[in-house]
């Protein structure tokens, strides 16, 4: 029987972030937990995110380097995921940590400006990920395309696929082309705040379109897991979740361009 799972409070909503690191001594005490932490378990240090001052929302937030083996860190449920399986995920839980003052972060309250720092970068890597799933589901619909025979020839030589590989090969290299845009930008220290999740909204979903059509293609087969594009379906769904939904990305996009 499925379980459901312990519902997560903040997610996107960071001024919902209930983690928090009280100053003590010296130092300070971090307590709370975290959800959907990928590789923690074979982490040696965490970056941790946590209210310092909880009265002011967003800008009340603080960020704590800590040491996985720490006192009182505790690696929770290790989470069954659809896909990206190679990679663990798992709660971390922090149960009064003591962490010394110049385990700081930056400067009190610089919380917020580092995770969205960190995100900026952070989804010029899933905008390249998306990219690659898409790009492997184009190569095996290709090269099932040519090797399936119906009515007597390859089809490939069908127009509905070969319009389907059109629409694939050309988003990838439109995705492609915005994820070299918004890196080279990064390359040479510009903001790029508003390329990050052009190129991460339209990778991600891109590559949805891709790995549909790929499945497509291979018929029956790309629902069985002989076939890669099995994987890849449930590998790319995650690059429209992370480092900020897509609808969080559109929010980003938009206040760009209203200059909001």
């Known amino acids: 029987m499925r379980r459901s799972a312990s519902r997560v409070e903040s997610g996107s909503d960071v001024a919902a972030m209930e983690s928090k690191a009280l100053r003590k001594g010296d130092g300070y005490l971090l307590t709370g937990r975290k959800y959907f932490i990928m590789n923690a378990p074979v982490a040696s ?5 946590a209210m310092t001052d909880k009265s002011l929302a967003h ?6 380097i800590v040491p996985r083996k720490s006192p009182g860190v505790k ?28 385990n700081l972060l930056g400067h009190i309250g610089d919380g917020f400006k580092i995770a969205m720092d960190t995100l900026d970068c952070g989804r010029i890597s899933i905008a390249a990920q998306a990219v690659g799933i898409a790009q492997a589901s184009l190569d095996a619909a290709v090269q099932y395309a040519r090797q ?4 007597g020839k390859p089809i490939a030589d069908l127009q509905a696929i070969r319009w389907m590989i059109a629409d694939m090969a050309t988003e990838i290299d439109a995705a492609r082309l915005l994820t070299y845009k918004v ?32 499945v497509q293609i291979h ?40 200059g909001k």
């Open 148 to 151: 399936r025979v119906q009515f």
């Open 45 to 49: 240090t965490l970056v941790v995110f």
């Open 75 to 102: 690696i929770g449920k290790i989470f069954a995921k659809m896909g990206i399986r190679s990679s663990v995920t798992s709660e971390v839980v922090f149960d009064e940590v003591r962490v010394p003052a110049e």
């Open 183 to 214: 890196a080279h930008l990064k390359d040479l220290g510009r903001k790029h705040t508003y390329e990050s999740s052009v190129a991460k909204l339209f990778a991600s979903e891109a590559a949805h379109r891709a790995v549909d059509a790929a």
């Open 219 to 258: 018929g029956g087969y790309g629902f069985l897991k002989d076939y890669v594009v099995e994987k890849l379906y449930r590998d790319q769904r995650i690059t429209e979740l992370y480092e900020g939904t897509s609808e969080v990305q559109r929010l980003v996009i938009a206040r760009a361009v209203l």
């Open 59 to 64: 800008r009340g937030i603080s960020a704590f």
